[in-house]
């Protein structure tokens, strides 16, 4: 008897591609932004560029989590199960909370200091990847970071509010994150995104990281 | 606002500082310099010694114990790209 897989190799394939761009256009803006970092340890340029360490990071896990979970009978050990698909998930929200948490910072820092913003991150991350490792799905995780993204805009529109004008940058961060979120409906129980639709979505969320770097390449030469 | 504006003033008055010793042959005493860049004594010293540990400048000394300051690679390479990491905060509004 032949052994029973569920993988779909086209669902792999595209998953694949997907993190692969994702992941090297976030570490190539993570990298790029080094030297003028290095140079002057501007807080605005370390948060900035940390935020996308942390969702090259979290995009990686998230691979992870899809390719257990397209793995399916795979690992028909239950314990062996659990830890592989939980353990990437749990990774997974840690470090995209603390990449939305540093976007959000470097927009808003010369506004509001916040004093050991770093630990408040990781406690928040840890918190919520917390909440994914004992509630053991990725529910908990998806509603969590849609109530970081409500906080983001919040915080995104105090700010705006006194340039009286929506910048194309809100919008890019904006759409950012919700595609994030998007990306994680697809690790949920219930897949109610047709595979078809998510690949759109998938393409036009690799096109808002393209805009991204390339408007960091144009400084970073 | 004007926490904006200092922190702007911030990377400004180090490439200004900057520019002076570049200006200056690549070599300035310190009183000179803190006589060009119109600063207070206070203000220079902090500017000073920030410079001094990120290493965007370095003391020298000659044969006659005179100290001087210098630009180290890193200082030129700040003035370089100077333009380009004002573009960049501005660009994404940092």
């Not at chain 2, 200006?23 to 600063?39: A, Q, Y």
Request: charged share 20%; glycine share 4%; hydrophobic share 50%.
């Amino acid at each position: 008897m032949s052994p029973y897989h569920l993988i779909d190799p086209t669902r792999l394939l595209v998953e694949l591609s997907y993190t692969l761009i994702v992941v090297f256009i976030c570490f190539s803006i993570y990298y790029k932004t080094r030297e003028i970092y290095d140079l002057t340890k501007y807080e605005g340029i370390k948060y900035f560029r940390i935020t996308f360490l942390f969702f090259g990071l979290a995009f990686l896990f998230r691979f992870l989590s899809v390719f257990v979970m397209l793995m399916g009978m795979t690992f028909d050990i239950d314990i062996s199960r659990y830890i592989f698909r939980i353990f990437p998930l749990v990774f997974n929200g840690y470090f995209s909370t603390m990449g939305i948490l540093s976007l959000t910072y470097s927009m808003i820092w010369k506004e509001l200091q916040i004093k050991h913003v770093l630990i408040l991150s990781n406690a928040v991350a840890i918190i919520i990847s917390g909440i994914t490792f004992f509630s053991r799905s990725s529910d908990l995780l998806i509603e969590a970071q849609a109530v970081l993204l409500i906080f983001t805009i919040i915080m995104a529109i105090y700010i705006y509010s006194r340039s009286r004008k929506i910048s194309q940058l809100f919008i890019l961060y904006f759409l950012f994150f919700l595609f994030w979120i998007v990306n994680l409906l697809a690790l949920g129980p219930r897949r109610f995104i047709p595979f078809e639709i998510h690949t759109i979505l998938e393409i036009i969320s690799i096109a808002v990281i393209g805009i991204i770097y390339q408007k960091v390449s144009r400084w970073t030469k | 606002m004007d926490k904006i504006k200092r922190k702007r003033d911030r990377l400004e008055m180090i490439f200004d500082i900057l520019n002076i010793i570049r200006n200056h042959h690549n070599s300035i005493k310190p009183t000179p310099l803190l006589r060009h860049s119109n600063l207070s004594s206070q203000s220079f010293s902090e500017y000073f010694n920030e410079l001094l540990e990120k290493g965007l400048i370095k003391e020298i000394t000659d044969e006659n114990e005179r100290k001087f300051l210098t630009l180290t690679d890193k200082g030129f390479r700040y003035l370089d790209k100077y333009k380009l990491i004002l573009g960049f905060i501005e660009e994404f509004e940092l």
